[in-house]
């Protein structure tokens, strides 16, 4: 599986990562020698209710899983949605997830 789980995870990308804020959600990411590709989500109660909050980690979910092949293989993400990510579009939540991908790659 392609998921974080542990909190030592998460912390290392939070203390070592690349942030990259957009409006609809937040992406920490960390690159480095030895590491597989992985992805973390983070929802929080202020997201909304738990049926809010399985909503935005199916979506990030989806797009990470259209865009994975865009990052290197030793790379993990953290992502944290925020509110506006239900108000917007799919189509543009997965441009501007790729659009963040870019950047990231470029300043890894």
């Known amino acids: ?3 974080l789980s542990r909190n030592s995870d ?7 990562g690349i942030s ?4 609809p ?5 960390d690159n480095r020698q030895g ?3 992985k992805l973390g989500i983070i929802a929080t109660k202020r997201l909304g209710n738990a049926v809010c909050r399985n909503k935005a980690k199916r979506l990030v979910r989806e797009l990470y899983r259209k865009s994975k092949d865009m990052l290197p293989n030793s790379c993990q993400i953290v992502v944290v949605p925020k509110k506006p990510i239900f108000k917007t579009d799919f189509t543009y939540l997965e ?3 790729k659009q963040t991908l870019v950047q990231a790659a470029k300043r890894l």
């Open 35 to 37: 590491l597989t590709r």
């Open 10 to 16: 998460f912390l290392r990308i939070k203390n070592h």
């Open 25 to 29: 959600f937040w992406l920490q990411i």
């Open 1 to 3: 599986m392609e998921r």
């Open 95 to 97: 441009a501007s997830f």
């Open 20 to 23: 990259f804020k957009q409006k």
